[in-house]
Nanobody
Framework: VQLQASGGGLVQAGESLRLSCVASGRTFSSYAMGWFRQAPGKEREFVVAISWSGSSTYYADSVKGRFAISRDNAKNTVYLQMNSLKPEDTAVYYC??????????????????WGKGTQVTVSS
């Protein structure tokens, strides 16, 4: 699976962004999807996951109530709607795919495929 993330940018605190991740190569619906982020000098951390069907989601405590993940299997795309952004959300955001047997929260080392990241910068 090849993954391509997009939608990052520079916003002010309190604003919103929507990230997209388009998949190609294998059957997109065969994979659960996750978003991770990595801030400078920090380890890559789990943000949110969604099941293959989209019926189940799992959020890190730091983004609950502000972020929303969704997917459109017909378009091979997963989305991350980020609202009420904070400066501490600043990071490179990555989408990743993992086989259906994985259980969230996902371990970055357990993901099967990664996309290149997209930078999100939130100014105060």
């Amino acid at each position: 699976v090849q993954l391509q993330a997009s939608g990052g940018g520079l916003v002010q605190a309190g604003e919103s962004l929507r990230l997209s991740c388009v998949a190609s190569g294998r059957t997109f619906s065969s994979y659960a999807m996750g978003w991770f982020r990595q801030a400078p000098g920090k380890e890559r951390e789990f943000v949110v996951a969604i099941s293959w069907s989209g019926s189940s989601t799992y959020y890190a405590d730091s983004v609950k109530g502000r972020f929303a993940i969704s997917r459109d299997n017909a378009k091979n795309t997963v989305y991350l709607q980020m609202n009420s952004l904070k400066p501490e959300d600043t990071a490179v955001y990555y989408c990743a795919a993992v086989g259906l047997s994985a259980t969230p929260p996902f371990d970055p080392y357990g993901m099967d495929y990664w996309g290149k990241g997209t930078q999100v910068t939130v100014s105060s």
